[in-house]
């Protein structure tokens, strides 16, 4: 199971779950989801090099050389948020479906980019997003609405 996240500087997550990790896949995601004027900020893998050039800029850390930040550039959020995953993931769930990935990462993704609320506003985020609308378990309703609270922010 493999997953790419997104994470802005001060700003959301964005995960999704993926059957391949290579230059195609993270290159048609970070077409879609990230502005071209952004400053891309990843790791030294080669799958980075072609997609970066069509952003204003890609910098990278490389970490097989023990480099983990340069200055302001650092991949230290995504790295913070795929740790909480993880752990989350197996301290919590113990074990997950591939076919319930994406409905665990999209719980992540909101539990992230909802850090800096009060447990009464993450309640109110939650259930405003849910008004009007009957969830029960299974079909593709239920990923709709999972992946739309996802990225309602």
């Known amino acids: 199971m493999k997953v790419v996240t997104l994470v802005e500087r001060d700003g959301p997550a964005r995960s999704f779950v993926v059957g391949n990790v290579d230059a195609e896949t993270v290159s048609s995601i970070l077409e879609e989801q990230v502005h071209q004027e ?32 340069r200055g302001t ?9 795929i740790s909480l995953l993880k752990r989350g993931l197996i301290g919590m769930y113990h074990k997950v479906g591939t076919q319930h990935l994406s409905l665990y990462c999209a719980e992540f993704d909101f539990r992230w980019n909802t ?7 993450r309640m109110a985020a ?3 997003r849910f008004a009007g609308v009957r969830v029960k378990y299974g079909g593709q ?13």
């Open 73 to 81: 550039m650092s991949t230290n959020r995504v790295e913070g948020f």
């Open 38 to 69: 952004t400053v891309l900020n990843t790791d030294e893998a080669a799958y980075y090099k072609k997609v970066g050039k069509k952003f204003a800029a890609h910098e990278s850390v490389n970490h097989a050389a023990s480099e983990y930040a």
């Open 115 to 121: 850090r800096t609320f009060k447990d009464t506003e």
């Open 141 to 153: 309703r239920q990923r709709a609405i999972a992946m739309n609270y996802n990225y309602a922010l």
């Open 126 to 128: 939650i259930i405003t």
